[in-house]
């Protein structure tokens, strides 16, 4: 199966897209072919990001319009190419893109030898000019993030790793330790950093994590599993979630002080497999960090 595709050139694809894009902005842009009549000159900046066509008539319309209406003998075609060439800015474009420091100029050619395409035809402050050629131009950039967007950021004390006939064993009032001491700020399953306490609440200490080993990967040898109760779970400690405008997201990046609520290491979220399974409240257990199990999601607890 074949298929009939329509064929667009790069160059005719830019110059439709910067006539739509500068029609939006409320310039003069308009696609088209120009008259074969006249005399021409191409024109550019030195650059060479830009090319267009200016018919002399055009120009002497904007400068003089008595002298436009008398025939452009080759004398004069002369006299306007080295006024041309001579000034350092002889006209100026609206659109910031068709900007210059110097241009250039060609010969001075007749309507017939135009190029046989459709141009992108603007207007200078000293008449039209026919584009042939133009930069990427991309449209002006406006934000998508809706201001109501937000992050999760967890704050995550630590993990343990237990068995699974351990968690079913745990009752109110009991002590998880907490097997390794983490302080890491988390976004879904990324971490952004280190926080530590301050007056306040906590800060965030960002990490280069390109050199750190991945702190919730298990170096150990895997050991075969015999009974169902001693399949590994991973218990979590979260001390504080909460969502995070793109703003509030900036603002811990650089520093800020990060809240936290007066109730925060007395509502420390038990997480087992990333479900939350309870609540606890932080302690110290001689040398150890724990959480003391407060409530308990199993209602069967």
């Not at 003089?64 to 080295?82: F, G, R, T, W």
């Not at 790793?161 to 097997?179: A, H, N, R, T």
């Amino acid at each position: 199966m074949s298929f009939r595709l329509k064929k667009i050139a790069q160059n005719e694809l830019l110059l439709s897209s910067a006539a739509a894009i500068w029609q939006r902005q409320g310039e003069v842009a308009s696609i088209g072919f120009p008259p074969k009549h006249g005399k021409w000159v191409k024109c550019g900046d030195s650059q060479r990001l830009w090319e267009g066509w200016i018919l002399l008539t055009d120009w002497l319309e904007a400068i003089s319009p008595e002298l436009a209406k008398l025939a452009v003998s080759a004398k004069a075609e002369n006299q306007i190419i080295h006024w041309l060439v001579s000034k350092e800015r002889p006209f100026e474009c609206p659109m910031p893109e068709l900007g210059y420091q110097r241009l250039w100029f060609s010969d001075v050619i007749s309507g017939e030898h135009l190029p046989d395409k459709a141009l992108l035809r603007i207007l200078s402050s000293h008449g039209p000019i026919w584009l042939e050629k133009v930069p990427k131009i991309g449209p002006k950039k406006v934000s998508i993030v809706p201001s109501n967007l937000s992050w999760p950021i967890s704050l995550s004390l630590g993990y343990s790793k237990v068995q699974l006939k351990v968690l079913e064993q745990i009752e109110l009032g009991d002590v998880l330790l907490i097997q390794t001491k983490l302080s890491e700020v988390f976004c879904y399953t990324k971490k952004l950093g280190l926080f530590q306490y301050v007056d306040e609440g906590v800060i965030m200490e960002v990490q280069d994590l390109n050199n750190t080993e991945e702190m919730h990967s298990d170096a150990s040898s895997v050991d075969s599993i015999q009974k169902m109760d001693a399949i590994p779970v991973k218990m979590e400690f979260i001390l504080h979630r909460k969502h995070l405008s793109l703003l509030e997201l900036q603002c811990l990046y650089e520093g800020h002080v990060f809240p936290l609520p007066n109730d925060s290491e007395s509502r420390i979220e038990v997480r087992v497999n990333d479900v939350l399974l309870g609540y606890g409240e932080l302690v110290q257990l001689d040398d150890s960090l724990g959480v003391e199990i407060t409530k308990w999601l199993n209602e069967s607890k």
